[in-house]
């Protein structure tokens, strides 16, 4: 492994760090800029799969809402491997916590 190498995986893990902070703070203007236009990306095990940019950021504004869902999401013990000039292989620890906010609106208690 060479130096170039280590500078090159730890910009990798900076841009995962970045995705997942921008994905918390609901900052979809941000998180598109980490994309690519042709990019694809798929979530729930791989049961839902989107291609383009704009499909990924619309589903991440669909599922996320702007005020139902608070999330945290802790990404660590990166394992990556550099396939080739311009691709690697990456692998994080996830750890996320999800909370639906809509679950604890104050209700009136049944008379």
């Known amino acids: ?9 730890e910009a990798i893990k900076r841009l995962k760090y970045r995705y997942a902070r921008l994905l918390d703070t609901k900052d979809f203007e941000g998180l598109s ?3 690519v236009k042709d990019a ?8 839902l799969s989107y291609d383009g940019r704009d499909a990924i950021i619309g589903f991440l504004r669909t599922v ?8 945290s ?3 660590g013990q990166p394992e990556i491997e550099l396939t080739g000039p311009d691709s690697a292989d990456g692998r994080w620890a996830l750890q996320d916590l999800v909370i ?3 679950q604890f609106v104050a209700r009136e208690p049944d008379a």
């Open 1 to 9: 492994m060479t130096p170039e190498d280590l500078v090159e995986i």
């Open 33 to 35: 800029e980490l994309f």
């Open 40 to 47: 694809t990306a798929s979530y729930s095990g791989g049961q």
């Open 64 to 71: 996320l809402g702007p005020t139902t869902m608070l999330t």
């Open 73 to 75: 999401h802790l990404v």
């Open 100 to 102: 639906i906010t809509e």
